[in-house]
């Protein structure tokens, strides 16, 4: 069995919505005479996409968590290892396989993007908690799903997110930072 997961899913909680995947893991690990390879993706480069609004409106781009290194891959990059899995099926008992396609500064990621967009002095700012909450509540996000977010933010901030990914760090896949940048200022042009 392949189940996809996400990097993060080591803390049952402590990581927003990630951590549900905890238990989803640890569910299926209890499974007995069933081989399983959770796949633990990095952060989306589409979840990017989502800051299209704050660049065109505020000019910045950011987070709860600022000058901070984070893995990020491609969905193109997920679904070639998750095929790969299928097709050879050849792992036993209960693993992990990390994957990412990059590992970008979040200052790296403005610059890049914002090169892209024509906006080469994009910067990103680092919001507080509070800040946050109230900026994802107004896109009409309910309270507690904003909640999750906010806190899996700061679990990105802490680096504790990523603590298990840095101990088992895959090779990295072929889409880079700079090749979703096509893709980001597509996005944005026709926004």
């Known amino acids: 069995m392949v189940n996809l997961s996400s990097v993060g899913a080591h803390m049952p909680k402590g990581c927003g919505p990630v951590s549900g995947l905890y238990?989803?893991?640890?569910?299926?690990?209890?499974?007995?005479?069933?081989?399983?390879?959770?796949?633990?993706?990095?952060?989306?480069?589409?979840?990017?996409?989502?800051?299209?609004?704050?660049?065109?409106?505020?000019?910045?781009?950011?987070g709860n968590y600022g000058d901070v290194t984070i893995p990020i891959v491609h969905p193109h990059d997920i679904a070639a290892v998750?095929?790969?899995?299928?097709?050879?099926?050849?792992f036993k008992g209960k693993s992990i396989r990390y994957i990412a396609g990059d590992e970008c500064n979040t200052s790296e990621i403005a610059k890049v993007l914002g090169s892209a967009i024509g906006k080469p002095d994009l910067q990103w700012v680092k919001f507080k908690d509070e800040e946050t909450l109230s900026g994802i509540l107004q896109a009409g996000l309910p309270q507690d799903v904003a909640e999750n977010y906010v806190e899996m933010g700061t679990a990105i901030a802490s680096g504790e997110m990523t603590v298990d990914y840095y101990k088992h760090r895959p090779a990295l896949s072929p889409v880079k930072l700079e090749d979703f940048a096509k893709e980001f200022a597509a996005a944005y042009a026709n926004s």
């Open 82 to 90: 998750a095929a790969e899995e299928l097709l050879k099926l050849d």
């Open 23 to 62: 238990f989803v893991e640890q569910e299926l690990n209890t499974l007995e005479g069933v081989d399983v390879r959770h796949l633990r993706p990095a952060y989306f480069y589409y979840n990017l996409l989502g800051n299209i609004g704050m660049i065109k409106h505020m000019g910045i781009i950011g």
